[in-house]
């Protein structure tokens, strides 16, 4: 049964193409703000089939067996992230205690495989891609944890399942998460290297930032891992921040679905209204306005859990 | 972090045109930069020679793809001063009428690119869409979307009768209107504030010492237009602004374009409402009498300048056509210092360049001997085929049967 969890549901194949239909509607509903028509609801998946029908080409200069298992761990640390965040209900397929942090470090193995990529291709551009990569990081990987704690807090467990049970039980004190759901949705764009956090890989600047030097079926992985972090990153925040679970499967794994679609749809209004901002103006937000509000918010919830709870 | 040397070019995603910037990085800073053009020489001048001055005034249309009229337009003001002739005052009308919606398409284009530039897709995308409201009113007009045809020698090819006039004033009432959004968006939109303003800094000092032109000087304060200084066509009649700003800096040159399509709406309202009556165009000598004329004409990127030198035949002696992007180009070394890479393609951008316009080959260099010198047409025509033959290619086979 375990291995159908990791491999088909709600694990590797699952994830992967519900990735290729988040990708989808993103670049759907990106495409009808800029009043285009959009690709075509297969686009995603034609894009990953001709990549692994392409020629591989490693650069002489890199490290051939890294260059090759960076794509692959990215979509394994990203799958196995997945396996602790719950889908139907409130509980994951595979909860323990302290998952949240563990979810959290599996998720940071991307933007760090994305900077290995990119300073082992040995491109100038992918090189520039992957110290923005790592600078960026700096800037979202704290608010995007801090947002976490205020909640966790409140219920007093590390673990997103016991996270989503407690506020399923209890959703009004969800409300006091409202400040940390705005946080997340900024850091997950910063962290899914999105407009305006795009920075790593601004291709007018750097061309494609990490993934210059990558192509054919290396790139179709690197894409997926992607694609997969887009649904990971909405699915952790539906859990944490959205009560709305059902203890029928069936109408949970739907909510899961709208949560998911609806939090992307967010992320995608925020992609098409602004512009890119610099590498060192997202620094400045992250720790100047995000960080503070992260505090204010954990100050709160320290407060609420000393006189609700 | 020791200093990166960055190749940006010749081919980038950033350019839309091959030119080279070897810039020097200082982590993200640019401490040095050094622009490098002359990827696309065409032979313009060149192959005008060879041209009568009809075929002269079609081919240098083809000069560049977005300000085809100014060409157009500032060689035939030449050549008819050369030949003495006068054009009749309704064609000065309609030349100065093509010459705005010209610069509509052209600023609205340039709006599109900056916002791409800047990873602001959907203003790309938007602006472009009502760009072609222009564009689709210019292919009702001339028949095309760029390359218009509309000038020839001694007036012009087609009339604005009453129906084409109801066409633009209708055309001019959407693109007004959508003009006051993009504005809007422009000075007030955060994120677009954040990454322009301050960012590519020209001063007034250094826009007059590297003589930058057109909407790029005009942003660093310095007051300055041929339509207005130099009158040409029907300007001397018209009312209109010549829009400046004091910002100096990308911000400035946003502000700027956008403002001057304001005034080219309302000049091209002036135009319809005030057009005289009269022949399109009056006979054109096939030959001109030997002579010189210096043509200077505002295009949306800046003052283009045309050189003409007849020796009596139908032919031209000698063509010169400087682009604006030629006089703007000199400033890039000053206004990419100190600022970040990531604001590097909007620098570029910001003087609205036209590389491939402006490419003029003033001498050859061989990259390996380093050696600079001449080539006439036989010595290059030699050299071609025997790089190909290196190359395994034998053109003297190419035509045998069998």
Same mark, same amino acid.
């Given at each position: 049964?375990?291995?159908?969890?990791i491999?088909?549901?709600?694990?590797?194949l699952?994830?992967?193409?519900?990735?290729?239909?988040?990708?989808?509607?993103?670049?759907?509903?990106? $495409?009808? #703000?800029?009043?285009?028509?959009?690709?075509p609801?297969?686009?995603? +998946?034609?894009?990953?089939?001709?990549?692994?029908?392409?020629?591989?080409?490693?650069?002489?200069?890199?490290?051939?067996?890294?260059?090759?298992?960076?794509?692959?761990?990215?979509?394994?640390? +990203?799958?196995?992230?997945?396996?602790? !965040?719950?889908?139907?209900?409130?509980?994951?397929?595979?909860?323990?205690?302290?998952?949240?942090?563990?979810?959290?470090?599996? #998720?940071?193995?991307?933007?760090?495989?994305?900077?290995?990529?990119?300073?082992?291709?040995?491109?100038?551009?992918?090189?520039?891609?992957?110290?923005? +990569?790592?600078t960026?990081?700096?800037?979202?990987?704290? /608010?995007?944890?801090?947002?976490?704690?205020?909640?966790?807090?409140?219920?007093?467990?590390?673990?997103?399942?016991?996270?989503?049970?407690?506020?399923?039980?209890?959703?009004?004190?969800?409300?006091?998460?409202?400040?940390?759901?705005?946080?997340?949705?900024?850091?997950a764009?910063?962290?899914?290297?999105? !407009?305006p956090?795009d920075?790593?890989?601004?291709?007018?600047?750097?061309?494609?930032?990490?993934?210059?030097?990558?192509?054919?079926?290396?790139? $179709?992985?690197?894409?997926?891992?992607?694609d997969?972090?887009?649904? +990971?990153? /909405?699915?952790?925040?539906?859990?944490?921040?959205?009560?709305?679970?059902?203890?029928?499967?069936?109408?949970?794994?739907?909510?899961?679905?709208?949560?998911? %679609?609806?939090?992307?749809?967010?992320?995608t209004?925020?992609?098409?209204a602004?512009?890119?901002?610099?590498?060192?103006?997202?620094?400045?937000?992250?720790?100047?306005?995000?960080?503070?509000?992260?505090?204010?918010h954990?100050?709160?919830?320290?407060?609420?859990?000393?006189?609700?709870? | 972090?020791?200093?990166v040397?960055i190749?940006?070019?010749?081919?980038?995603?950033?350019?839309?045109?091959?030119? =080279?910037?070897?810039?020097?990085?200082?982590?993200?800073?640019?401490?040095?930069?050094?622009?490098? %053009?002359?990827?696309n020489?065409r032979?313009?001048?060149?192959?005008?020679?060879?041209?009568?001055?009809?075929?002269c005034?079609?081919?240098?249309?083809?000069?560049?793809?977005?300000?085809?009229?100014?060409?157009?337009? $500032?060689?035939?003001?030449?050549?008819?001063?050369?030949?003495? !002739?006068?054009?009749?005052?309704?064609?000065?009308?309609?030349?100065?009428?093509?010459?705005?919606?010209?610069?509509?398409?052209?600023?609205?284009?340039?709006?599109?690119?900056?916002?791409?530039?800047?990873?602001?897709?959907?203003?790309?995308?938007?602006?472009?869409?009502?760009?072609?409201?222009?564009? @689709?009113?210019?292919?009702?007009?001339?028949?095309?979307?760029?390359?218009?045809?509309?000038?020839?020698?001694?007036?012009?090819r087609?009339?604005? @009768?009453?129906?084409?006039?109801?066409?633009?004033?209708?055309?001019?009432?959407?693109?007004?209107?959508?003009?006051?959004?993009?504005?809007?968006?422009?000075?007030t939109?955060?994120?677009?504030?954040?990454?322009?303003?301050?960012?590519?800094?020209?001063?007034?000092? @250094?826009?007059?010492?590297?003589?930058?032109?057109?909407?790029?000087?005009?942003?660093?304060?310095?007051?300055?237009?041929?339509?207005?200084?130099?009158?040409?066509?029907?300007?001397?009649?018209?009312?209109?602004?010549?829009?400046?700003?004091?910002? $100096?800096?990308?911000?400035?040159?946003?502000?700027?374009?956008?403002?001057?399509?304001?005034?080219?709406?309302?000049?091209?309202?002036?135009?319809?409402?005030?057009?005289?009556?009269?022949?399109?165009?009056?006979?054109?000598?096939?030959?001109?009498?030997p002579?010189?004329?210096?043509?200077?004409?505002?295009? /949306?990127?800046?003052?283009?300048?045309?050189?003409?030198?007849?020796?009596?035949?139908?032919?031209?002696?000698?063509?010169?056509?400087?682009?604006?992007?030629l006089?703007?180009?000199?400033?890039?070394?000053?206004?990419?210092?100190? =600022?970040?890479?990531?604001? !590097?393609?909007?620098?570029?951008?910001?003087? @609205?360049?036209?590389?491939?316009?402006?490419?003029?080959?003033?001498?050859?260099?061989?990259?390996?001997?380093?050696?600079?010198?001449?080539?006439?047409?036989?010595?290059?025509?030699?050299?071609?085929?025997?790089?190909?033959?290196?190359?395994?290619?034998?053109?003297?086979?190419?035509?045998?049967?069998?």
């Amino acid at each position: 049964m375990a291995v159908l969890y990791i491999l088909i549901f709600p694990g590797f194949l699952f994830l992967a193409f519900y990735g290729t239909v988040v990708e989808f509607v993103d670049r759907k509903i990106y $495409a009808r #703000l800029q009043n285009r028509k959009g690709p075509p609801w297969f686009q995603p +998946v034609a894009d990953f089939i001709k990549l692994l029908g392409k020629e591989t080409i490693v650069p002489t200069d890199a490290n051939a067996t890294l260059f090759k298992a960076l794509p692959i761990i990215t979509v394994a640390a +990203v799958t196995t992230a997945f396996l602790s !965040v719950p889908v139907w209900g409130t509980q994951a397929v595979m909860p323990f205690k302290g998952d949240m942090i563990v979810v959290l470090v599996l #998720l940071l193995l991307l933007p760090l495989s994305f900077f290995a990529a990119g300073w082992n291709a040995s491109s100038m551009y992918s090189t520039i891609g992957a110290q923005r +990569v790592l600078t960026q990081l700096f800037a979202y990987e704290v /608010p995007l944890l801090m947002a976490l704690i205020g909640p966790a807090i409140l219920c007093g467990s590390w673990s997103l399942s016991d996270i989503a049970a407690f506020y399923a039980a209890k959703p009004l004190f969800a409300l006091l998460n409202l400040p940390g759901l705005v946080i997340w949705l900024l850091a997950a764009q910063g962290k899914l290297e999105r !407009v305006p956090f795009d920075t790593p890989e601004a291709e007018t600047e750097i061309v494609a930032g990490a993934f210059t030097e990558y192509n054919g079926r290396h790139l $179709a992985f690197f894409r997926l891992a992607v694609d997969m972090e887009l649904v +990971v990153l /909405p699915a952790i925040c539906g859990a944490v921040f959205i009560p709305l679970f059902s203890a029928n499967p069936f109408i949970g794994f739907v909510l899961f679905l709208l949560k998911t %679609l609806v939090l992307l749809f967010l992320l995608t209004v925020l992609k098409a209204a602004m512009a890119r901002l610099r590498v060192e103006q997202m620094m400045r937000f992250s720790w100047m306005v995000l960080l503070p509000l992260a505090l204010v918010h954990l100050f709160i919830n320290l407060i609420a859990k000393g006189l609700l709870l | 972090m020791a200093r990166v040397e960055i190749p940006l070019g010749p081919q980038h995603p950033a350019l839309k045109e091959p030119a =080279n910037f070897a810039l020097s990085l200082d982590g993200e800073r640019i401490v040095g930069a050094a622009v490098n %053009l002359g990827y696309n020489h065409r032979g313009v001048e060149k192959a005008c020679e060879a041209r009568n001055f009809t075929q002269c005034l079609y081919f240098l249309e083809r000069i560049c793809g977005i300000c085809s009229h100014s060409h157009s337009t $500032a060689f035939s003001m030449t050549v008819e001063e050369v030949a003495g !002739v006068e054009i009749p005052p309704r064609a000065q009308y309609i030349r100065v009428l093509i010459g705005e919606l010209e610069r509509l398409h052209s600023h609205m284009l340039w709006l599109g690119v900056a916002g791409h530039e800047l990873g602001f897709d959907t203003l790309f995308m938007l602006s472009w869409r009502d760009r072609e409201l222009v564009m @689709d009113l210019l292919a009702s007009i001339c028949g095309n979307r760029v390359n218009y045809g509309i000038n020839k020698l001694g007036g012009v090819r087609r009339d604005i @009768d009453e129906t084409v006039k109801e066409t633009i004033l209708k055309v001019m009432d959407q693109f007004e209107e959508a003009l006051k959004y993009y504005i809007s968006l422009a000075t007030t939109e955060t994120t677009l504030a954040a990454r322009t303003l301050g960012v590519g800094i020209l001063s007034y000092e @250094d826009a007059v010492t590297y003589g930058a032109q057109g909407p790029t000087s005009r942003a660093a304060g310095l007051d300055r237009d041929i339509r207005r200084d130099e009158p040409y066509t029907a300007y001397a009649d018209i009312p209109f602004q010549v829009i400046t700003d004091t910002h $100096a800096d990308v911000f400035g040159r946003v502000v700027v374009r956008a403002l001057e399509m304001v005034e080219s709406c309302k000049i091209i309202r002036f135009v319809l409402d005030n057009m005289p009556d009269g022949p399109l165009s009056v006979k054109f000598p096939r030959k001109i009498p030997p002579g010189e004329a210096l043509g200077r004409y505002e295009a /949306p990127r800046g003052e283009d300048v045309h050189f003409v030198k007849s020796n009596g035949t139908d032919k031209p002696e000698r063509v010169k056509v400087r682009a604006p992007t030629l006089a703007n180009a000199a400033s890039y070394a000053v206004m990419l210092q100190g =600022n970040y890479l990531a604001d !590097v393609p909007i620098i570029v951008a910001a003087i @609205d360049p036209c590389f491939s316009c402006t490419d003029r080959a003033i001498s050859v260099v061989d990259n390996r001997s380093g050696r600079e010198g001449s080539l006439d047409w036989k010595a290059l025509r030699q050299y071609s085929i025997d790089w190909y033959r290196n190359q395994g290619v034998a053109f003297d086979g190419l035509n045998r049967k069998g």
